[in-house]
């Protein structure tokens, strides 16, 4: 069966930044953790007979800034899933937090509830872009809360995640983050270019945002930084040590599937049948709660499966099996012969026995490669 994983958002944050379209919100009237909880445990049962007693592989707690939750309350939720669904030792369950005060003290204790991955998102080291992304916290405060990360647990598994490309921000100040990042030695750095997206404080006001050309530059020497610390990168933003990958990320970029419950998370989940249902549940807290969290239900129509599937496995810098199409979608490889014969002849992919293999020029214009998908 193809794997599962479980996805938890948490929506409250303390302030929004300004650039953020992320499902998150700052309501005064926060409802009791507990009780917002209880609501996840319902949400989640709801959606158990679309599984099938599959094994969850691994959890990923989201927001919003999950790490605002009282331990005690992320404990209960741990707890509570699983009396619900199958976990394993080796289950990778993720928490993001972000490295401000709140988070000092709690940090050590993540690894006591068992929680194995932190990711903290940091965004950049430098003050002045810290206060223009609206962040909370100083330099002083990420190394505090790093340095009491890891004298506690000298091998603890955590990414940090970083933005460039900001608003009056240099080339040598993007390489500086990155530098300062890997001089903390996390086992994964998720490194994003900013994007301004609609509906946020940024879209409305004027930026001077890093040019094109120099963006390239940024991202060209900061891959070789990366990979000269020994940091492969396996997505368009994500880079590990050998075998740290984020299992659930990864598994959402193989078109693998997930239950997503709390306000506003979505999910994917293939039946037996092969067929392939997302569920998408109520942003709001309030719509959640009073319609039984569900929004929308649907299958993702015929048409839509084979941009669905590249659009997601062709973020990997890896070779795409072609056994995976049919295990992952039910499609037959006869099925997109026209379009895969129309992407080798725009170079965008490379043909072998058992492969396809995105080209240079792919990644370059994934977006016109993908548009071969649409019908
Ligand atoms: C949904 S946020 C949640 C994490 C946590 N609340 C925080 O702020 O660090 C996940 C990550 O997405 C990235 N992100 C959010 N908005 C972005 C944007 N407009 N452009 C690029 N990356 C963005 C940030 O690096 C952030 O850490
Ligand atoms: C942008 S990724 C950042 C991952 C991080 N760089 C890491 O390596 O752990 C995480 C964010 O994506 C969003 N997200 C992921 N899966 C989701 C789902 N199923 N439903 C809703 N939001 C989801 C959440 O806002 C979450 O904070
Ligand atoms: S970036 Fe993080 S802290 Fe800021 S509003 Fe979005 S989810 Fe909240």
Redesign the pocket.
Known sequence: MIPISL?I?IPWCIKKCPYCD??SYTTKTKIDEIEYINFLIQDLEQDLHLINHRKIQNI?I??GTPSLFNIESIHYLIQKIKKKVHLSKSTEI?I?ANPTNIEYKKIIEYNKIGINRI?LGVQTFNNVHLKNLGRLYTEQDIKNVIHNMKSNQKNINF?I?IMHSLHNQSYFEAIEDLNKAISYNPN?I?WYQLTIEPNTLFFYQKLNLTKDLETEKIIKQGNKILEKYGYIQYEIS?YCKAGYQ?KH?LNYWKFGD?I?IGC????KITQKNKKIIRTVKFKNIHDYIKYNFLKKKYQISHKDIALEFFMNICRLKKKINKKDLYKKTGLKQQEINNQIKKCIQEGYIKNDYKYWEITKKGYQFLNSLLEIFVV
Request: charged share 10%.
């Open positions: 996805y958002h992320f499902n990923f989201g927001g993720t993001e990711s990414n995640d994964h998720s994500s984020c990320n997930y997503g506003g998370a979505h999910g």
